[in-house]
């Protein structure tokens, strides 16, 4: 007998489920500006630079001004204007190496391209078409316009006002940070024999101390010639966001949609026939169960404080934490093992079943 649930919709239910955290990209309130800057000043009334800046999250605030970029960089001119389909290449200070094509017959506010960036390489940002003055003040005075914007949020212009603040009234954002930890996976995953969920995420509370900054990363053993490795960092020993963050992995291990489990059943030789003629032949039988539990092969965590919009203050990061799960041998192999390692098993049912058990 064998129950599972598919891979792809347990990682479709945890994106929806989990509480506290969401499984998806580590910086889904991006956005990237491609600016023209000094309109009217340069050759032919053309602009002085282009550049591309960097909003960890909005670039508007809810009284209509803008946020402070955290990056910028000046894309060259090339003899061409470079919000176009040859694509334009720039890095940002942070090594952060990004590639832009857009479709400039495109009129606002429509999508109009894509952005991709090195650090999240399998996350483009969807480019709109999106032109408005003053969006940032250069050192020397020269106002840049948004000539494109780009991100993951459906429109060129998402405004986030948190509940209680004043930020689009004129007040400036009185409203209270907000404490958000995201958490991103692919779809690799491991199966691991008579364990659970729970008490392989309970494994990164043996790896740190209240008031630590960092974990040890010593590999822990979890069964099935598997080991979990453990890191983790925390900007501030005082707000203990190494315990919220393990406490985000408590609460996901506690979701159905974290993990499947199945079974497998078989009927083992409990009392051997020894009778002349009758040798290798079993006189009774009882049932064995064994117990696999799927989980993600790896997960990353941030802990990010989000200032209220309007506030004029950027998000930081608190801490990030992740995991790895290392095996000596596959999934498939392990499995094997267990099967042919059992002292007079026979597996209910011939081939089928040990197919069933491998999930082929």
């Not at 955290?70 to 090339?78: D, I, L, R, S």
């Not at 974990?215 to 960092?233: A, E, L, M, N, V």
Request: proline share 6%; glycine share 10%; net charge positive.
């Amino acid at each position: 007998m064998r129950t599972t649930t598919s891979w792809s919709a347990f990682m479709a239910g945890v994106l929806v489920s989990a509480p506290q955290s969401v499984l998806g990209q580590k910086t889904p309130n991006e956005n990237l500006v491609l600016a023209d800057c000094g309109i009217g000043l340069g050759v032919n009334g053309g602009s002085t630079s282009r550049e591309m800046i960097y909003y960890p999250s909005d670039v508007w605030t809810g009284n209509g001004q803008t946020n402070k970029p955290t990056m910028m960089v000046n894309v060259p001119w090339n003899g061409a204007y470079p919000w176009g389909p040859q694509g334009a290449f720039a890095t940002m200070p942070n090594g952060d190496k990004w590639s832009v094509w857009i479709n400039d017959k495109i009129k606002d506010p429509n999508a109009a391209g894509d952005a991709y960036h090195s650090m999240e390489p399998n996350k483009p940002l969807k480019c709109y078409s999106y032109h408005k003055d003053k969006v940032y003040q250069l050192a020397d005075g020269k106002w840049c316009s948004s000539a494109y914007v780009c991100n993951h949020r459906g429109s060129p212009n998402v405004l986030t006002v948190n509940p209680g603040s004043n930020a689009g009234s004129g007040g400036g954002g009185s409203g209270k940070d907000e404490t958000r930890i995201t958490a991103s996976t692919n779809a690799n995953s491991v199966e691991l024999y008579e364990t659970t969920a729970n008490n392989i995420m309970a494994t990164v509370r043996k790896t740190f101390k209240d008031g630590s900054t960092d974990c040890d990363q010593t590999p822990i053993g979890i069964g099935s010639k598997c080991t979990i490795k453990w890191k983790c960092h925390a900007a501030d020993s005082k707000i203990n966001a190494l315990g919220k963050m393990a406490g985000a992995y408590d609460l996901m291990a506690a979701t159905s949609q974290f993990s499947s489990r199945r079974e497998v059943k078989w009927d083992v030789c409990k009392r051997p026939d020894t009778r002349p003629g009758k040798e290798g032949q079993c006189q009774q039988y009882e049932t064995k169960i064994d117990h696999y539990v799927r989980i993600p092969r790896a997960i990353d965590a941030t802990m990010d404080n989000i200032p209220p919009a309007g506030s004029g203050r950027n998000p930081n990061v608190l801490g990030w934490m992740n995991y790895e799960i290392t095996c000596e041998t596959s999934a498939l192999a392990c499995a094997i093992c267990n099967a042919i390692g059992t002292s007079l098993g026979i597996a209910s049912g011939t081939l089928g079943a040990v197919m069933n058990m491998l999930g082929l």
